[in-house]
């Protein structure tokens, strides 16, 4: 396994256990309208917002990581891409 696809299996596997996270609070968020429907109570409906708010975070930080990821492979593979034209230019010059 390369440097980038290991870069790349560890931003997957960060994004896929906050899309996890995500996916618990939305949920959370979405049940919490019952209780508030039932029992009028306010709190429920600050629970489900806040629920609302963190898979807005995890959202942001899921492209954040997936983005920051995606920029060091390309850094990473375009200076791997200038030292093998180097090479091969090199290499068609002893010819």
Do not use: G, W
């Not at 609070?25 to 919490?32: G, S």
């Not at 709190?43 to 990821?69: D, P, W």
């Not at 891409?81 to 002893?94: G, H, I, P, Y």
């Amino acid at each position: 396994m390369t440097y980038e696809e290991r870069i790349a299996q560890t931003a997957k596997r960060k994004c896929d256990k906050l899309y996890i996270s995500e996916l618990i609070a939305a949920a959370f968020a979405l049940t919490a309208f019952l209780p508030y429907l039932i029992f009028k109570n306010i709190s429920f409906l600050v629970f489900s917002a806040i629920c609302f708010s963190y898979c807005a975070f995890a959202e942001t930080a899921i492209l954040f990581i997936e983005k920051k990821a995606r920029k060091h492979i390309n850094r990473r593979l375009k200076i791997l891409n200038k030292s093998l034209e180097r090479t091969v230019r090199r290499f068609s010059q002893d010819e």
